[in-house]
């Protein structure tokens, strides 16, 4: 299948394009990009005249921001593409829900991709947890935003979700291993003095067994990064490390530490699935929790933030 990759930035750089050059699936056709191209792919810098001049690629996949994509995921759809979006698949509720709705009508494939719960050991960590009775269940996602998020104005800008950029990602692999529905009950936000989004955040959730649900996430973390989850059940206590690659259970440990490892090829595959058998798959429930949490959340000025 070909794909037209859109908005070659770093996660389309370090993720995408291998993920679709090591893929026997697909080929990469064509980028869309206004300052960004990738060797030997034709690159375009504008949607429309793509669209116009490639009818053979039947799928594009949208590695913009979270505010300009809905823009260009309408304008591939009404030109009769299926549609890939990077997490998340959009900036507010309702313009997912206007895409799912005009995917829907066109009888075209929309997919909603949350890498991490693709990690190695979510499948497994689901698995375990699905006869337990959750006690508790703790996120703690610290990171350094200068590391990972160099020079990106997006992120501190409205809609750009702030720390709940990388947050989203624990809070996909929560609503995929929990057999419960959680919803946001309250939040603290940290927001810079100079920014719009927050850069630190405490989350509290509401579990309908009665579970103490709560999620941590900082971007201010020097040193050691953490992204972790833990479970405390009536029958032992689960940790999802490293994003999701690692999994302790009562002391016994699988997996390997390797950031993302796989996560794009299975993306890449399950859109492939998608597109043959004409699904979409569009769930909200990450992005809800995150949008809830920014309306329930009090906000807390903290030191301005200087890249
Ligand atoms: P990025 O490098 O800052 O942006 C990607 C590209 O989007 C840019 O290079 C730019 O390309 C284009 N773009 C930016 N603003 C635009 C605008 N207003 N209108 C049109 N195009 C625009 O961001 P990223 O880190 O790749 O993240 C993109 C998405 O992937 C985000 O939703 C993020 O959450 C997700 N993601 C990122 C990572 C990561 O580690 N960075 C990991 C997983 C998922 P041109 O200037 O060439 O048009």
Redesign the pocket.
Known sequence: MKTALV??????V??HVPAIADSAEWELAATV????SVDGVEAF?DMGKMLQARPDIRVVSL???????FA?AMQALEAGRHVML???PGATLAECHALDAAARAAGLTLYATW?SRHADMVGAAKSWLSDKMLRALRVTWKEDVRR??PG?A?IWEPGG?GVF?PGI?ALSIVTEILPAQIHVTGATLEVPSNCQTPIAAEIAFHHPDGADVSAVFDWRQQGDQTWEIEAVTDSGTLTLRDGGAVMEVDGTVSGQAAP?GGEYPRLYAQMAQLVTTGGIDMDLRPLTLVTDALALGRRVATDPFED
């Open positions: 908005g070659i930035g770093k996660i389309a370090d993720q990009s206004r300052h960004g810098t590695c913009l921001p979270p505010v300009p994509r260009y990077e997490k998340p890498h990972w998020h990106q997006w979700l950029d990602n993302l």
